[in-house]
């Protein structure tokens, strides 16, 4: 079904480009995602910036 969806709105800007400010837009959008995705796979990713931060784990004091 989303499938469908991009489908539609691909033949939506075949038959009518988009202004080249919003193009502009929707390219460094994607160029943004690529380069984060690239740090993560090659560079890797601080486990302070994850969405599960590791637990803390207090020594008991006796």
């Known amino acids: 079904m989303n499938l469908l969806f ?11 480009p988009p202004a080249a400010r919003r193009l502009a837009v929707v390219l460094a959008v994607i160029a943004l995602c690529l380069v ?5 796979k090659y560079v890797g990713w601080p486990v302070w910036l994850g969405v599960n ?10």
Do not use: T
């Open 6 to 16: 991009w489908l539609v709105r691909m033949s939506g800007w075949a038959r009518r």
């Open 53 to 62: 931060p590791p637990i803390r784990r207090v020594p008991l004091l006796r």
């Open 36 to 40: 984060l995705a690239g740090i993560e």
